[in-house]
């Protein structure tokens, strides 16, 4: 049987960052894809993989600009199928899977 390996990293988007000037004017949020490029950034600092694709995610609450949550990926040792869970203050704000490139 093969066991579950885990890694977890901070998440916090910058207020200047590019993604958001259109997201919404006055009061913007973090747009899924940014957090998936989180996810993609921590894929690779883990297994220095990289993200193939989105088998499916779901975004369950907003990430305010420079609100610190928590990422984590979770996966079987040998595959690369990687669940994914962003965090803040103890409520989950997306969800789901992903693929690491062979």
């Known amino acids: 049987m093969t066991g579950l390996t ?3 990293q901070a998440c916090c988007v910058d207020p200047c960052h590019p993604a958001l000037a259109g997201h919404f004017p006055q009061r913007p949020l973090v747009p899924g894809v940014t957090l998936l490029e989180q996810v993609a950034l921590a894929l690779r600092a883990w297994r220095q993989q990289r993200l193939a694709r989105v088998v499916e995610a779901k975004f369950i609450a907003p990430l305010l600009p420079a609100q610190l949550a ?5 996966a079987p040792v040998d595959s690369l199928r990687v669940s994914f869970v962003i965090e803040c203050a103890g409520a989950v704000l997306a969800r789901g899977i992903v693929e690491a490139a062979p």
């Open 6 to 8: 885990t890694f977890t």
């Open 70 to 74: 928590q990422l984590r990926l979770t």
